[in-house]
Structures are given as C-alpha cells and as structure tokens.
C-alpha cells in the first residue's frame, strides 16, 4: 500500500467504517477524523427514541469515543473540529477548532469525505424556532424541550425521522399534530399502503393534516396553508435533508444529477485521491442503473468498508442500492425496497402489481398478526421491481427476503420456489413471500386477470357486474357499492341467473375471488378479480378521500 495518510471527514456511519477498516488492513497508515460535532460513531437513527424516553441516557446513543477509538485503532479523532479547506493540488485539508478558531493544516494522501446531509429549513417566517434531529446535540436540546412538559408539539414532515419523532413525543405524553404538505405520510409507500399507517397514528393519538403547507411558525402556533392555526408550543422540523456538498464544492469535485457529490462504483469522486460516502453522495441505484439519493445508514456503512478496501488495493465489487428501509409506528411496521408504484408511473416504466393480506404466522397458533404487503414486477419477464409491507410482526423478514431476491436476480414467481422456515409459531406453510409467487404467476401466466381498486368504478360504468363472492355476513358488515352478494360456495347454483356478464369479482383479500374468477372462466364467461380484495380497496379508497372511519374499526 502507497496510501499512508488517510483523513477522513466525518465520523459518523460511512466515516468511520472507513476508518476502522483501514486500520485492519494496514496497521502503519495514519488515519485522522475530522468531524464538527462533540461526537464520533453515534447511533444517529436513535435519536428519536432518545428524545421520546425508550432510550435512556445519552450515553447509549454513543458507540465509541475520540478516546476508545485511539486506544483500540490508533486513529486520531478531532472532534468539535471543521474542515474549512481543501487544496487536492497539493493534497492538504485546513481545519479550524471550534471551541478556539485555530486553524492548521493535514496533509494526506487519500481524503474521504463523508459530510453527511444537513436538514431542509426552508424560508418560513419563525422557522428559526424550529427544533431539528440530526445530531446528538440537536438530541439533547429537544430532550430538554421534552422534559419541560410542552402543552402542545407539532411535527412538521411525515417522512421517516417525522413519524419517529411524532411516536416518541406522543409517548412522551406530548399532544402532537404532524402536519404533511404532501398527500400522505411515508411517502415512499403507495398511498394504499400509507393509509394505514396514518390510521395508526390517528389511533394513538396523534393529529394528522396532510396536503396542507405551514406558511409561518409564531410563538406557539403553526399557521397552515389554508388558514388554519394548529397549536404548537414545541415545533421539530423534519421536512428532509440535502446533500452537505459544501466541502466536495470547495475541491472542484463534480456534482451529480440530484446535487449530490458524483462517485463512481468504488466511490472515487472526480478526485482520484478524493473519495465520498454517505447521504451526501450519489449511489447507483438498483432498479433504474441511474444515479441516485439513498440515505440509509446500512448504505454509507457498507460504502466506507469498499473505500477502505480500495484504497489498500483490494478488489471491490459494485453495490447498487435497492433503498431498502423500514420504520416503526407505534404497533406496526412499514417496510419498503426497491420502486414504489409511483416512481414507476412517474417513468413510464410497465409493471404489474399484486397485494396479499396474510398473517404473520399460522392463524391457528395464538398471536397472528395482519399485514398488507404489495409487490411490483415486470409484465414480461417478472423481474421483483419493488415491494411494501405494512403490518406487525413479520414484516421486516418478508422485506428482506424480497430484497435479498431481488440483489440475486430471483423473479416473482419465483419466489413461490423459495423454501423459508416454517413453523406454526414463525409463518404458515405457505409463507406471505411464497403467496406473492404464486399470485405473480397466475398474473403472468394468464390464470389470473386481476384488477387494481382504482379501476373498478370505471368498470362498473362501463357494464361490468360487480359480485362479492363473501358471505352475506361479511357482506352485510361492509361493501364495495352497487354489486351482488353470491357467496362462492353457491356460485355454481347461482350463475344461470347472474346474467351473462363480464363479472367483476372480488372477495375479502382476493383469495376467494380468484377461486371464483377460474370457475366463472371454465364456465366460459368474462370475469375478473379485484387484486386484493375488499380490503385493498377500502385502503385505496381512504387513501384518495381521507376518510380513515373504516380503517379505524
């Protein structure tokens, strides 16, 4: 290795990785990490729950310190310390003390950079009072904030760190209102899906106002778009982050596509001897081959160990990012990988997509919970595109089951093939991943020709007869409007009089009604199934009016 002077700015996540794996592979280099805060290798996505109590203690949050990692690596750690600038001609940082206003110079022979992404404020009168949560001190401010009792907190952004924080504070006893310009929470989850993560949080407690902006902050107030004033004696702002490219700017470093710093697949920027990681930088992502803004945790971690590696000379694969991500709220889980149904739209990109609501485990065995889980797949050749899962236990395996399928080039429907654990106590014999097989098949192969929730009023207009093959209970107790009740069991008794067709078909999550749809096939009428049944579109249905009433039942 001809490297020896390695600085690495940042100590966070894709920074630190970098650094520690560089020290196992090469005892003799010098490595110095510069970061800005008072804290090195934290546990930045725990922050929320710091804030909320489930975390006690700031102390936890803290992996290693400036002086663990000397005495276990040897690597120097300046804390409280910037970068304030970069000469790549003659390969020297200058950095300044916060706590003095010194400045000196490092040389080095390899940089990585890895500042990270700072949060949007955007130019709202009062915004200065807004709360942040990136760092283990905006952490301990807000804990402060918390501890004082406010009679009222508004989060602003439904992302991520904005559902993390409105749990935390509504745990906190804390009356809280998240407040979404967007049409939904989560957006990376279609809206049929994301529903129900709303529904949740209005279940707990929390007020919800989406497709609404905040126009200004007062003293104790959020002022909405449409007039309204929403009571916020506490306000955290999580509206998103952007790429920190000051200090790749400062270099002539190149800038991608998404303004974030532009990196080939081993992570070199325009720099040969300047690399970049984490949020701040463009990933390549999985899906479309194109650049990308991905900032997870696991991604900058994995990122920093391929630095390291190729900085000693190692070969290093390229990793594409499926994005995959998952968040708790309150007693469910959402979980997602790959492109949502959106983004594909969005690129023109053909698709086709089938919704399963199944059970964590056999129902039989005490303590099955439900989940929605939608996958998205090619119409031709059935390559896994994306999929989102929302429900309670069980939800973050079926993910990364799927996204392990999709990193190995499996197709849908075979997924179907895939032999995963089971026991009564774990999954069913038919695991919820192995269900998303075979329904991606029979759309495939034609067995099945499904319809999504959207399209069925456009169907009845144009003639088509709805039939709800459920029970007359079931039937009784809620139903898609304007349709018959035949309870598949009778259906062979009671065809002759339904008419001719075609049929729209639907049950309670689809699986009766592609029992009926085949039947009504081999009869030779038209019919169709409606993908996923009753529930989807009741779920699509809330989504597009805002009325969550049934989803609350």
Same mark, same amino acid.
């Given at each position: ?102 400045? +000196? ?122 007039? @309204? ?109 790959? +492109?949502?149904? @959106? ?13 399963s609501h199944p059970m964590s485990h056999a129902t039989y065995y005490p303590g099955a919970e439900p989940m929605a ?90 003639? +088509?007869?709805?039939?709800?093959? @459920? ?65 989807? +579109? ?16």
């Open positions: 290795m001809s490297a020896k002077r390695i600085v690495i700015v940042g100590g966070v996540a894709g920074g630190m990785s970098t650094a520690t794996r560089m020290r196992r592979l090469d005892e003799s280099a010098e490595i110095t990490v510069i970061e800005r805060s008072g804290h090195v290798s934290y546990a930045n996505c725990g922050l929320p729950y710091f804030v909320g109590g489930v975390i006690e203690g700031e102390e936890k949050l803290l992996l290693q310190t400036p002086q663990s990692l000397y005495g276990r690596f040897r690597i120097e750690v300046k804390v409280d310390t910037e970068v304030v600038g970069i000469d790549p001609v003659v390969h020297h940082v200058t950095v300044r003390s916060m706590a003095d206003g010194s400045e +000196w110079k490092i040389a080095y022979d390899k940089l990585v950079l890895s500042p990270g992404a700072l949060p949007v404020r955007p130019p709202i009168p009062g915004f200065d009072r807004v709360r942040v949560l990136r760092t283990v001190e905006d952490a301990a401010l807000l804990y402060s904030d918390v501890s004082a009792r406010p009679a009222s907190a508004v989060v602003i952004g439904a992302g991520f760190v904005g559902l993390e924080t409105a749990e935390n504070l509504a745990h906190a006893g804390i009356p809280t209102t998240l407040v979404e310009a967007a049409p939904q929470v989560l957006t990376p989850l279609d809206a049929e899906l994301a529903v129900l993560v709303r529904a949740e949080l209005e279940r707990q407690g929390v007020r919800v106002e989406t497709g609404v902006a905040v126009t200004e902050v007062t003293a104790n107030t959020v002022l909405l778009a449409d007039g @309204r004033a929403i009571p916020g004696e506490l306000v955290v702002g999580s509206i998103g982050v952007r790429p920190d490219t000051r200090l790749a700017e400062m270099a002539g470093l190149a800038i991608g596509p998404n303004k974030g710093i532009a990196v080939n697949e081993v992570n070199q920027t325009s720099d040969v001897d300047i690399y970049a990681v984490g949020d701040a930088v463009e990933k390549i992502d999985s899906v479309s081959g194109a650049s990308s803004l991905i900032a997870l945790a696991n991604v900058a971690n994995r990122a920093g160990r391929r630095v390291a590696d190729h900085i000693a000379g190692l070969d290093v694969r390229p990793a594409p990012s499926l994005g995959t991500a998952i968040v708790k709220v309150f007693g469910l889980t959402a979980a997602m990988t790959g +492109w949502n149904e @959106r983004r594909l739209k969005a690129a023109k990109r053909p698709y086709r997509c089938v919704h889980v939608k996958l998205l797949f090619d119409p031709v050749d059935g390559t896994i595109l994306g999929a989102q899962a929302v429900g309670g236990t069980g939800v973050d395996k079926r993910i990364d089951v799927i996204a392990t399928a999709m990193t190995a080039g499996i197709k849908a429907p075979e997924l179907a093939d895939l032999e995963l654990a089971y026991a009564p106590p774990f999954s069913s014999a038919k695991d919820p991943v192995n269900m998303l097989g075979y329904m991606s098949e029979n759309v495939l192969s034609g067995e099945c020709d499904v319809v999504q929730a959207d399209e069925v009023e456009t169907l009845i207009a144009q003639g +088509w007869t709805l039939v709800d093959v @459920r029970s007359a209970a079931e039937h009784r107790a809620g139903a898609i409007p304007g349709g018959i009740n035949v309870s598949v069991d009778d259906l062979r008794d009671s065809v002759a009089g339904m008419g001719t067709g075609p049929f729209l078909v639907y049950c309670q999550v689809g699986q009766r009604g592609h029992t009926a749809t085949a039947l009504l096939h081999d009869l030779g009428l038209r019919a169709r199934n409606l993908d996923g049944g009753y529930k989807t +579109w009741v779920a699509a249905t809330a989504a597009r009016t805002g009325n969550t009433s049934l989803l609350l039942k």
